[in-house]
């Protein structure tokens, strides 16, 4: 993990909602979970009506959530993160290098990562998904992904 990126990177993907602190945070915790084999997409609203900041699935079919915390006191604001844990095999909270891992909740696993990487200093418990929700997450998930990748395409075919 190293210094912020530049902001102008072409790969430095940041919605434009998030602080630059929280922009790295995900970044480096989308490469991380690209090496571990997980492909993932940001800001995927559930059916509960949630979003999760990073939510990640791989070739076995588990998913993991990833809340994105970038200080205290976007944490400790932070009352719904809960509501996640019905969408997913395992829950991580992702935070800078800065904060205190201390205020982290211990039933979640929790990551520290910067723009460059992230690493996994707390396991998350595992909490099977049941059959019918993983389905509908993973249908979410790609038709969400294919969505997007046919809108870098054609930005225009929305209003079709």
């Known amino acids: 993990m190293s210094e912020r990126p530049d902001i102008s990177d072409p790969v430095f993907n940041s919605d434009g909602r998030q602080s630059a602190t929280a922009a790295a945070v995900q970044r480096g915790t989308a490469r991380m979970l690209l090496s571990a084999g997980f492909a993932s997409i940001a800001e995927l609203s559930l ?3 949630r979003r999760a900041d990073l939510i ?10 990833v809340e994105i915390k970038s200080s205290p006191a976007d944490y400790l604001s932070d009352h719904k993160w809960h509501d ?3 969408y997913c095999d395992r829950f991580y909270f992702a935070i800078p290098p800065d904060m205190d891992p201390g205020l982290i909740d211990e039933t979640a696993g929790l990551m520290i990562a910067d723009a460059w990487g992230a690493e996994v200093i707390r ?13 509908a997450v993973t249908l979410l998930l790609a038709r ?6 046919q809108s870098t395409i054609d930005p225009n075919a929305n209003g079709i």
């Open 47 to 49: 059916a509960n009506g």
């Open 56 to 65: 990640a699935i791989n070739a076995k079919g588990e998913i993991w959530i």
């Open 84 to 86: 996640y844990m019905a």
């Open 123 to 135: 396991e998350a418990c595992e909490a099977k998904l049941s059959g019918a929700r993983r389905k």
């Open 144 to 149: 969400s992904a294919s969505l997007r990748l």
